[in-house]
């Protein structure tokens, strides 16, 4: 006989033709079951506990009727802290039942409770056209089942809260209905008899779960102790610490990421170690991407999750996507901004997008007879579209305001996943294109007055070199964006960064309008000045030439941009020393100038300040005193006494009349400089920190120096906070420190100071950099003055060969290094060399300075003393004797130098005629 089976829909009796009412036996209570957990996963033995984030769910579960979410990003570790929660609680109380339901979707949300009903054996679940979240909520309220804690994990959408179960299902044509219409997850909410913990992506689901915010549990996260430990469990292998702590760092120490990288360097190890794997993280948005796509098995979480960090955010975006467009796209241009400090006004470039009729729309069907209303309200209805789009993404943890809630921060995983998004969609260079353009209209020049301004938005330049659009007009914009930057990286002394987007934007203006392009000439003479600022001088002339024929051919040779371009030639030949073809260069801008503009335009002036800066080096001091006043009383006259521009005229006067060795007029002036710009500029701008730096330069040469010291060091300490700890003015005013330190014979700590300027100096400028020689050679006298000879010699000699290549053979600096060498041999009885190379220096100096120039005397003197100490005391004081009368007719009877030298020129002769 066949066996007969009987599915669910034919279980029971089975009867024939029944006239009369049939009559079953009731259902016999069943036994209720010792309660259980149900949680999916197992303990995991890899668990970092974050003691804090437990602690908060331990509490507030607590309390009777408790709901708290759990609520953050997805791969934050919500569900690991909610499973291991319910396991530490099941081993302390196992009277305690825990249920675990799948609510990612109403579906699998009725699915569990389904499952979870039969393992309760919850009466009334074989009804399979009962509302079983009504069943499993009514059933949680009976008291009598004792102690609960119910898990809802995934709630990340409001359908189960907001959508009415009937209305759902009658829209699917083979499904069965319910009579109910209120929303599901309501029914469970209701009771108070247990604790319902929930998780969540979305905050304001996860607000509306709770109820209060004192029930809601923000998981960060984890901070980087935790995070090493979690790379180091999975990793399970021998990893320097180091390579942890940068690795987690980069992944922004979200546990799935790490989890996800351990599983990829285990699967491919030994070839692949932390280390490298960061390595190939760093390299590009590409390869960021392909590794974290990689979904490595995860036995400790949902199967129906996402084990990558990238596809697990996606999810969130797609849905972002649907539910709010505008949020979406929102996120979409803040995605290529730097992660940080990103300003509000920089995203209200997207409220123009907004307002564009779609494309593909029909011509003809708008209705403009509310026109003029719709321009009254627009505003209005775009902060509220913006307010509402800014609300959307901090509710999903996407996104997170700064204290004044203008600014705007974001995970740089987050932005990765977006813009790899948009790339895979063919979406990315729109949204580049309109990042640029916002960054464009917003980035000012670099002139002092916007360097607020450009240093909070500087990061976000730095993130435009990455970027690069494709479109012409993009290009052009972005072109100019690094311009700019350049601009302001110069005025803050970085200069690699300058240089860095000074040659890109360059190099994209010639391929848009070619070498002759008036874009390209100024994004070329930005590179030069950068090419100065690194000491390459003949690339930076190199340039400026190209410059300047250019622009004579293009604009003609009197125009002012032309008449800049020669200028700024003039400066790079000063710089090297080439003085009288600065000079003359200078002296044809001005003569232009005065016949173009007048001999009292702003452009003249300052080209005649430029003049007597370079009659100054050359040491014709008196006559470059006469343009400076000259230009100090035009100055006055046409801008006024406090203008900036005429303060800058006095500070060069102030410091001409230094090198005469007129001290009190100098600080004079220079106490007067001083007070005016604190008053107009204020006490930190560079203005007035460089007035009170030559002050105490002032103060150092009167050997003042105690009162010079407390100068530099406030000078120091304000521009480490205004210009950074690294700009090249800070360090210069750590370099007179130390050289009033060494005054005070405190050669320690001038030593110190002047090892830190070096290695500062040959991080950010390069070994080679003249102003790194210059701390070079600072070292060797310290090392002299206190009798390390050896060390001293080593420096000077390291200084000399360097200036050499760099600077030429007959440099002035390279000349005063060869003369600090000399002294250094006298200083050890090596009369002979010391002779050998002041000679030298003197010679040159006379042909490329001229005889009775300062620099040329001062070598003169310091030969004289070197015979003196070989014994040659006749050829010594003749010497000082021709030195002291040139001194005292280009420098004057009363200078310093000519006093001093005077004196041991008396002393000489009297002990000369003694002998």
Not at 427 to 432: F, I, M, T
Not at 550 to 559: E, I, N, S, V, Y
Request: one cysteine or more; hydrophobic letters at 35%; charged letters at 25%.
């Amino acid at each position: 006989m066949t066996s007969i089976s009987f599915g669910y829909q034919n279980s029971g009796f089975q009867v024939g033709i029944s006239h009369g009412p049939i009559y079953l036996p009731a259902d016999q209570p069943e036994p209720r079951p010792e309660p259980l957990s149900t949680v999916p996963f197992p303990h995991d033995p890899d668990f970092v506990s974050r003691d804090e984030l437990l602690d908060q769910i331990h509490e507030k579960s607590s309390i009777p009727g408790a709901r708290i979410v759990l609520f953050g990003l997805g791969g934050v570790g919500k569900s690991r802290l909610a499973i291991e929660y319910c396991h530490q609680v099941w081993q302390q109380s196992p009277d305690t039942w825990i249920f675990w339901v799948h609510a990612s979707n109403a579906a699998r949300c009725e699915e569990s409770l389904r499952n979870l009903a039969d393992r309760a054996k919850v009466p009334g679940r074989q009804d399979r056209n009962a509302n079983i979240f009504q069943l499993f909520g009514n059933w949680l309220q009976d008291g009598e089942i004792g102690e609960w804690i119910l898990v809802l994990d995934n709630v990340d959408d409001d359908e189960l809260l907001c959508k009415p179960l009937a209305t759902r299902i009658e829209a699917q044509a083979d499904a069965q209905y319910y009579t109910s219409t209120r929303p599901p997850l309501r029914y469970l909410l209701e009771s108070s008899n247990g604790s319902i913990i929930m998780t969540s992506r979305n905050k304001a689901v996860a607000l509306e779960i709770a109820g209060d915010k004192k029930n809601l549990i923000d998981v960060q996260p984890m901070n980087t102790a935790e995070a090493s430990v979690l790379m180091q469990k999975k990793l399970d292998s021998s990893t320097e610490e180091e390579d942890l702590v940068l690795l987690v760092e980069e992944l922004e120490f979200m546990p799935l990421a790490i989890v996800q990288a351990a599983s990829y360097i285990t699967h491919r190890s030994p070839r692949c170690s932390a280390s490298e794997y960061l390595e190939k993280l760093r390299q590009s948005d590409h390869q960021a991407s392909k590794l974290l796509y990689h979904e490595g098995k995860h036995m400790h979480r949902d199967w129906q999750a996402k084990n990558s960090i990238l596809l697990t955010w996606q999810i969130s975006f797609d849905h972002i996507r649907r539910i709010r467009r505008s949020a979406a796209d929102l996120l979409s241009l803040m995605s290529f901004f730097d992660w940080q400090g990103i300003q509000e006004n920089l995203l209200r470039v997207q409220d123009a997008e907004r307002d564009r009729e779609p494309l593909g729309s029909p011509e003809g069907v708008i209705d403009r007879s509310s026109e003029e209303h719709a321009d009254s309200s627009s505003d209005c209805d775009l902060d509220d579209d913006f307010e509402s789009d800014i609300a959307t993404l901090r509710d999903y943890s996407f996104i997170a305001t700064g204290e004044d809630n203008m600014v705007f921060t974001m995970h740089r995983l987050v932005q990765l996943t977006v813009r790899t998004w948009l790339k895979s969609h063919g979406q990315e260079e729109q949204w580049k294109e309109l990042f640029i353009s916002s960054l464009c209209g917003e980035f000012p020049t670099g002139e002092y007055e916007n360097w607020d301004r450009c240093r909070s938005l500087f990061p976000h330049i730095r993130s435009a070199v990455l970027h690069r659009p494709k479109s012409q007009d993009s290009l052009r914009n972005w072109a100019a964006l690094l311009y700019r930057g350049a601009w302001y990286a110069q005025e803050c002394g970085n200069i690699s960064t300058s240089k860095e987007m000074a040659e890109m934007s360059r190099k994209q203006r010639l391929k848009i309008g070619g070498a002759e392009d008036e874009d390209t000439l100024n994004s070329t003479a930005m590179l030069a000045v950068a090419y100065r600022l690194e000491g390459r001088w003949h690339e930076a002339e190199q340039l400026e030439v190209q410059v300047i024929e250019t622009r004579k051919t293009k604009l003609g040779a009197d125009h002012p941009s032309t008449l800049t371009s020669i200028a700024n030639l003039a400066f790079t030949l000063w710089n090297q020393g080439r003085w009288e073809e600065a000079e003359q260069l200078e002296m044809q801008v001005i003569e232009t100038r005065k016949t173009k503009l007048g001999a009292d335009h702003p452009d003249t002036l300052t080209s005649i300040g430029n003049l007597a800066s370079t009659l100054w080096n050359q040491g014709r001091w008196e006559e470059a005193e006469q343009l400076f006043v000259q230009v100090i009383e035009t100055r006055k006259t046409k801008l006024g006494a406090d203008h900036p521009n005429t303060l800058t005229s006095m500070a060069n006067l102030a410091l001409t009349l230094w090198n005469q060795g007129r001290w009190e007029e100098a600080e004079q002036l220079e106490v007067h400089v001083m007070e005016t710009r604190k008053t107009k500029l204020g006490v930190d701008h560079p203005d007035t920190l460089t007035s009170i730096g030559n002050l105490a330069f002032t103060l150092w040469n009167q050997g003042r120096w105690e009162e010079a010291e407390q100068l530099f060091m406030h000078v120091i300490e304000t521009s480490k906070t205004k210009l950074g700890a690294e700009h090249p003015s800070t360090l210069t005013s750590m370099a007179n420190l130390a050289f009033t330190l060494w005054n005070q014979g405190r050669w320690e700590e001038a030593e110190q100071l002047f090892m830190h300027v070096i290695e500062t100096r040959k991080t950010k400028l390069g070994v080679e950099h003249p102003s790194t020689l210059t701390s070079i050679a600072n070292l060797a006298a310290t090392y002299r003055n206190q009798g390390r000879w050896e060390a001293a010699e080593q420096l000077f000699v390291q200084v000399i060969e360097t200036s050499k290549t760099k600077l030429g053979a007959d440099h002035p600096d390279t000349l005063t290094s060869i003369g600090n060498l000399a002294v250094t041999y006298r200083d050890q009885g090596r009369w002979e060399e010391a002779e050998q190379l002041l000679v030298q220096v003197m010679e040159t100096r006379k042909t490329k300075l001229g005889a009775d120039h300062p620099d040329t005397l001062t070598s003169m003197a310091n030969l004289a003393f070197t015979w003196e100490s070989a014994g040659r005391s006749t050829e010594a004081i003749d010497l000082l004797r021709t030195c002291v009368i040139k001194q005292e007719r280009s420098l004057g009877p009363t200078h310093p130098y000519t006093l001093h030298n005077s004196e041991t020129l008396l002393n000489w002769e009297t002990r000369h005629v003694a002998i």
